[in-house]
């Protein structure tokens, strides 16, 4: 299985919503990243995940939360978001240093 | 992480050989350069990686000059489908590292 999934395809909240992004993969990567896009932009790089442990963390406002559950699972817990926050949000994994990036998670915040 | 700097976008006609250019003038003893292409609304895909000189799989070519100050991706024979957003990424080969995409190239490829 070389594949990562990502749910749900597309989600639209509010701003006073509580939700979750979720991210699975089968291939035993220990490495789990998640990147959020903004239209014409490339991905800008969250949060990283090495062995279950957060390892990188870009500043990201306090309204994202992750979570690594299990090598299989990440998450990301969303609250209180602004519209600015649409976006695409990715899940990457990796073995060594390429990534394998899921189809993505389309975000609207009305 | 050394910047990379790459056209912004490119057209060209099926069949064509695409080459594309990336400078990266800072680019560090120990770092490798990386593309990826992204199709709109899915997540980017690696294409090949390299050090130094010439890369080829089956998918593209890549091009080091022996300066590494810039590399070429060569996309031989390019199709519709080839039109995409392509990234070129230079840093070390560690785990968990964060990838820092540039603005990367649009390709369009017109019939």
């Known amino acids: 299985d070389t594949e990562v999934t990502q749910t749900p395809k597309h989600l639209v909240m509010g701003m006073t919503n509580k939700k979750s992004l979720k991210c699975e993969q089968h291939?035993?990567?220990?490495?789990m990243y998640w990147y959020k896009q903004k239209a014409k932009k490339p991905p800008e790089l969250m949060f990283v995940?090495?062995?279950?442990?957060?390892?990188i963390n870009e500043s990201v406002p306090s309204r994202f939360s992750p979570e690594c559950p299990n090598s299989s699972l990440l998450n990301l817990h969303l609250h209180a978001l602004q519209p600015e926050d649409s976006a695409l949000y990715l899940c990457a994994t990796a073995l060594t240093d390429t990534q394998y990036f899921g189809p993505g998670t389309r975000l609207t915040v009305l | 992480l050394a910047k990379t700097t790459q056209p912004i976008s490119m057209d060209s006609y099926e069949g064509q050989e695409v080459n594309i250019t990336c400078s990266h003038n800072?680019?560090?003893?120990?770092?490798?350069i990386t593309w990826y292409q992204q199709f709109p609304s899915q997540g980017p895909r690696f294409i090949i990686q390299g050090y130094k000189t010439k890369v080829t799989n089956e998918v593209a070519s890549l091009f080091i000059p022996a300066d590494r100050k810039s590399s070429t991706l060569s996309l031989p024979r390019v199709s519709l489908s080839d039109t995409a957003v392509y990234y070129c990424?230079?840093?070390?080969?560690?785990?968990?590292?964060?990838?820092?995409f540039g603005a990367g190239t649009i390709l369009r490829v017109k019939s």
């Open positions: 995940y090495s062995y279950e442990k957060l390892s």
């Open positions: 800072n680019i560090a003893t120990n770092d490798y």
């Open positions: 291939m035993g990567h220990r490495a």
């Open positions: 990424l230079v840093g070390e080969r560690e785990y968990g590292n964060k990838l820092v």
